[in-house]
């Protein structure tokens, strides 16, 4: 008998499943692994004349002094400035959206609304900035509207403004907060919320010591989902911003389209990529400290309940 | 418990709030493809004359089906190698291939857009001109081998998480058959991951007809995208052609997308779909 088992045991190994993983592989080290090892390597070069874009013949940091010069330090500022408040604004607007979406709305409606979510999610979303700049241009029909009603007075002046970019990033990485925070809120037993209901927990404290904190996957995956990509997008903000969105991407960009400076261009986008990641971490670990500080403040609680009861 | 209906009701009023806010940038999109006037934002009367300028612009079309040409390679790539990968690493999660393959498309995932076309365009050039593969010269190549990367990523992740979901004792059963392996992957496997696939081929792409960045950086003229052509017309001015193009392919994009969420329902996958899609499992 055991020998029957064996022959089809090794049928079924006939293909290793590591292997099909390898075209993947292969994939991403020609069109991935070697082109961003690249824009490291350029970032260490120079830009020899006027007609060659880079040249590694010496190696130094000098593109590094250049990148960080005042322009790209202010448009820098300027592009973290409006990451971290729109991923936070994402996140204020997001949440209590999820937690509706995952607990309140009625099951055999959470897919109509869930696909409500999704269909901006996957309309062009230059097309959908574009639309904003019409809603929000001064000869434009909600400016007209407002004015003839008496709510404002002068046509809009948001278009071209840093509020406007806001608007813009917001609008635009809205969805990709509340989908994690949504699958997030889904997955956890409603059962948890009607114990802690039960003890005695009101509906405040359960929701921060309870659905917070089992959520917080969720969290962390929406931060990163709207923060990095963010971080790099230039289009939201010329769009909306005119020649006030200046986005460090634009930067980049423009040191490979028009200037044709790859070393200097490249320097640039390993520094947003430090950046970036040096933000996360600090998201990550005044995460941990939070945590710790709700975690540790309620095990003394209990400590002292324990303590009261056996007096 | 006497402050249920209130909070309650707040959030209702919240929820439908951030739905209107989401929905009002295409409805004034939608609105305005009816507009009879020359520039978009600002309205003249209501007639379809947008729609025939935008069907007969020979630009607008081109880079229209540049873009659907680019979206279908880069979906046929992206299935191909994320169907196998996202396969081996459910039945074969440990291996070193894996975690290292892992750990790349995550790096993927989260490079902005802008590093990735910093990136391609000096390879693409190096790869076209310096070593002589005239291939990388041409634009669609390009445009499918750039959009491919994260496409597979996401396709991956899909049809790993579905594939998580299901022990593996059909496929032994159909082994123990004598079943031949390709066969059963065929007829066995595949159909299982069919829900995800299908999934994984749609996000691919429109990801891929949604993609400004990356495009901008490693097409050559004459291959154009379309929204790098609508990117170029913002500086230029807008038209109405614009949001009438935008209005039909949003039209067509719909229509798949129900298609797809029809098959997945009958599938009862949709809340894996959107944790996979979103990064969370």
């Not at chain 1, 991935?32 to 130094?60: C, E």
């Not at chain 1, 979303?125 to 929000?136: E, H, K, N, P, S």
């Not at chain 1, 002046?157 to 509340?178: C, D, E, H, K, Q």
């Not at chain 2, 991956?156 to 059909?170: E, H």
């Amino acid at each position: 008998m055991t020998s029957d088992r064996r022959v089809p045991r090794a049928a079924r190994r006939a293909v290793p499943p590591g292997l099909l993983a390898t075209p993947a592989l292969a994939w991403l080290a020609l069109f991935f692994v070697a082109p961003v090892g690249l824009v490291f390597w350029y970032s260490l070069g120079r830009k020899p004349g006027l007609y060659q874009t880079h040249a590694n013949d010496v190696l130094t940091l000098d593109r590094y002094r250049e990148a960080l010069g005042d322009t790209f330090l202010t448009s820098f500022s300027g592009t973290l400035r409006i990451g971290v408040t729109g991923t936070a604004l994402c996140l204020a607007i997001g949440l209590p959206f999820a937690y509706w979406l995952a607990v309140k709305v009625r099951p055999h409606r959470r897919f109509v609304v869930l696909a409500l979510v999704l269909v901006p999610f996957w309309t062009n979303f230059l097309i959908r900035t574009i639309g904003w700049q019409v809603v929000l241009s001064p000869e434009g029909f909600a400016s007209r509207a407002m004015q003839s009603l008496g709510l404002i007075d002068a046509p809009f002046s948001m278009l071209f403004t840093r509020g406007a970019v806001l608007l813009g990033v917001v609008y635009n990485y809205l969805p990709m907060m509340i989908l994690p925070l949504y699958v997030a809120l889904d997955r956890i037993d409603g059962s948890l919320r009607e114990a802690s209901n039960d003890l005695g927990a009101n509906r405040w404290r359960t929701a921060l010591q309870v659905t917070l904190p089992l959520a917080r996957p969720g969290i962390a995956a929406g931060l990163l989902l709207v923060f990095i990509p963010l971080m790099g997008d230039y289009v939201t903000a010329a769009v909306l911003g005119g020649a006030r969105g200046n986005m460090v991407g634009q930067l980049v960009a423009s040191q490979f389209q028009q200037a044709q400076n790859w070393a200097l261009g490249s320097a640039m986008a390993v520094v947003l990529i430090v950046v970036i990641a040096l933000t996360i971490l600090a998201t990550a670990a005044a995460g941990a400290v939070c945590t710790w500080l709700l975690t540790h403040r309620r095990r003394r609680e209990l400590a002292g309940i324990a303590e009261g009861s056996a007096a | 418990m006497r402050s249920r209906p209130i909070v309650d009701r707040l959030l209702g009023v919240w929820g439908l709030l951030v739905i209107a806010f989401l929905f009002t940038p295409i409805a004034v999109i939608v609105v305005y493809s009816f507009n009879s006037g020359r520039l978009l934002a600002s309205w003249e009367g209501f007639g379809l004359d947008a729609y025939s300028a935008a069907l007969s612009n020979d630009d607008i079309l081109s880079a229209v089906s540049v873009s659907v040409r680019a979206a279908a390679g880069a979906a046929v790539i992206a299935v191909v190698l994320g169907t196998l990968c996202g396969y081996a690493l459910a039945r074969h999660p440990g291996g070193r291939i894996g975690r290292l393959v892992t750990t790349l498309l995550a790096l993927v995932l989260v490079t902005p857009e802008i590093v990735s076309g910093v990136a391609l365009l000096p390879w693409f050039v190096s790869l076209g001109v310096d070593q002589n593969l005239t291939l990388f010269n041409s634009g669609w190549v390009r445009l499918v081998v750039a959009h491919s990367l994260f496409a597979t990523a996401v396709v991956t992740f899909l049809v790993r998480a579905r594939m998580q979901g299901m022990d593996s004792s059909l496929e032994e059963a159909a082994a123990d058959l004598y079943t031949p392996p390709l066969r059963r992957f065929r007829s066995v496997t595949l159909p299982l991951l069919l829900p995800s696939v299908l999934a994984g081929a749609l996000m691919a792409f429109t990801l891929s007809l949604d993609n400004t960045i990356i495009s901008a950086f490693v097409q050559v003229s004459g291959s154009t995208s379309w929204p790098v052509y609508v990117f170029s017309a913002v500086r230029a001015g807008l038209r109405p052609e614009l949001a009438a193009m935008s209005a039909v392919m949003l039209l067509l994009t719909l229509a798949a997308l129900a298609a797809v969420a029809l098959v997945l329902r009958r599938a009862g996958g949709s809340k894996e779909t959107v944790g996979a899609l979103s990064g969370v499992r």
